[in-house]
Nanobody, 116 residues
Framework: HVQLAESGGGLVQAGGSLSLSCLAS????????MAWYRQAPGKEREMVAR????????DYLDSVTGRFTISRDNDKNTIGLQMNSLRPEDTTVYYC?????????WGQGTRVNVSA
């Protein structure tokens, strides 16, 4: 199994920046793609960005393109999400996910609050 632990959420003013991190542990050597998702209350979970095992970023959500950057360090079993120019509508819980041989794993989430 794979365990995922997010960190780095918090409160920031609009226009500010936050950096999220997700640490994978357990059976990490077969993890393929990883991704950041977010889910606001009453809404479906949406993918913010994903990154391949080869560290190629893909599929940024339109609303975050140019503001957020996903990264990956396979030696440290981490992915990151650098979030710049944050907006109040970015406020929600952010989740890390990992795909491993057909199974998807999720972290517990980290909350981001952006004040106007």
């Amino acid at each position: 199994h794979v365990q995922l632990a997010e960190s780095g959420g918090g409160l920031v003013q609009a226009g500010g920046s936050l950096s999220l991190s997700c640490l994978a542990s357990g059976k990490t050597w077969t993890i393929g793609g990883m991704a950041w998702y977010r889910q606001a209350p009453g809404k479906e979970r949406e993918m913010v960005a994903r990154i391949t095992r080869g560290r190629i970023p893909k599929d940024y959500l339109d609303s975050v393109t140019g503001r957020f950057t996903i990264s990956r360090d396979n030696d440290k079993n981490t992915i990151g999400l650098q979030m710049n120019s944050l907006r109040p509508e970015d406020t929600t819980v952010y989740y890390c996910s990992a795909s491993d041989q057909g199974l998807d794993y999720w972290g517990q989430g980290t909350r981001v609050n952006v004040s106007a």
